[in-house]
């Protein structure tokens, strides 16, 4: 069974500066998606950026970008230039794309980040 | 856009009752998820279905069952609800081509036990 751990339970990070979340996870498969989604206090959960694991570039998304080391099993996300608006409740999710947990989402725990004007 | 509306976004509920969690989407997906989602533990994984009729458990399926008649909507029953499933649950739901794109979620319902 694949696991995520986020290490970070809060972060906090001045309106913009940059700020890195952490992300590790552990599986054995080869062939899998890795991906960050931000809960606002609306809840909505939106996706913020999607990395293939058989991919060797780093996804990135305008002011989003990702530290994406298999080997390592770590998957770190970067925010640059933070806004008030990036203010939410951050999880990083594992997708394997095949063996008996094919097509579900493993969540890490979440890490809150408060962005200060 | 894909939209996933579940039905209510805050609940209270006894304990002892059966309780109705009802989500819709209206793009067609084939693949729907309930998730929970607790302070510290991350969004765990109840049950989920691949097609209509059809339903899987997840990590956490104790306390809870499904019901999929129709292949927009997907309800997740409490079907005696306890204070230890007060939570905030969540719908997503995923196209069969397309899944590895990541899920459309619900806004969630926050469910209070009493």
Redesign the interface.
Known sequence: AQTVTQSQPEMSVQEAETVTLSCTYDTSENNYYLFWYKQPPSRQMILVIRQEAYKQQNATENRFSVNFQKAAKSFSLKISDSQLGDTAMYFCAFLNAGGTSYGKLTFGQGTILTVHP | DVKVTQSSRYLVKRTGEKVFLECVQDMDHE?M?W?RQDP??????IY?S?DVKMKEK?DIPEGYSVSREKKERFSLILESASTNQTS?Y?C?S?PEEG?????T?G??TRLTVV
């Open positions: 693949n998820f998730y510290g533990l991350g969004l765990r994984l989920f691949y997840g905030m969540l997503a995923t899944w590895h794109y990541g899920y979620f806004s969630g």
